[in-house]
């Protein structure tokens, strides 16, 4: 019978303590500067971390205005996107970097959409039917995905909120995971 006490405070102490590592990891999910609000620079400008750390870890995600926004560093330059896919709302901040006809791309881990990290485009393959031998080619959704200014001062990055004048797909997920929304989550 002590064997059995013994064995459930283990458990349940094993318990608590993986529910306490996956709460933290929901907390360190966003590498932002300040966990509560952030309060915006004098011009509007939200901090989002410091230009060597965003630079090492090629990606952070952070909160904009409470919205969840992924940042990329690809190739000497910065991007900042929705962190959920204008799809279905995977987290991109997981996603895979491919360069598709010369632009760089970010791959959603969930449905493989492909969305360009300039301008918010979603990119599929499509042929033209009316061709003798139909090849695939890259072809436009239009933008899709909202994505946000980035200004580095300082070795600071910044991110512009979102001109909200402007709807995207992407905003319903963005609405939907702003507040209490998991970086994190898995499909």
């Known amino acids: 019978m002590l064997d059995l006490i013994i064995l459930s405070v283990h458990f349940f102490t094993c318990f608590l303590i993986s529910v306490l590592i996956w709460w933290r990891s929901k907390d360190m999910a966003l590498h932002s500067p300040s966990k509560g609000t952030v309060e915006p620079e004098p011009d509007g400008l939200v901090l989002v971390g410091k230009e060597d750390d965003i630079k090492k870890s090629q990606r952070i995600t952070a909160k904009v205005n409470g919205r969840e926004v992924v940042v990329f560093y690809h190739e000497g330059r910065f991007y900042a996107l929705d962190s959920r896919c204008y799809h279905e709302g995977g987290p991109l901040h997981l996603g895979e970097i491919e ?89």
């Not at 436009?140 to 200004?151: A, D, M, N």
């Not at 991110?159 to 905003?171: K, R, T």
């Open 99 to 187: 360069d598709i006809d010369g632009q760089p791309c970010i791959i959603c881990p969930w449905h493989k959409y492909t969305i360009t990290l300039e301008t918010g485009e979603g990119l599929y393959q499509g042929i033209n039917p009316l061709e003798p031998s139909p090849t695939p080619r890259w072809q436009s959704k239009g933008e899709k995905q909202r994505i946000h200014k980035v200004t580095v001062k300082n070795k600071n990055v910044y991110v512009s909120p979102p001109d909200l004048s402007v709807s995207f797909d992407s905003d319903y997920f963005a609405e939907k995971y702003k507040n209490g929304g998991d970086l994190g989550m898995k499909k």
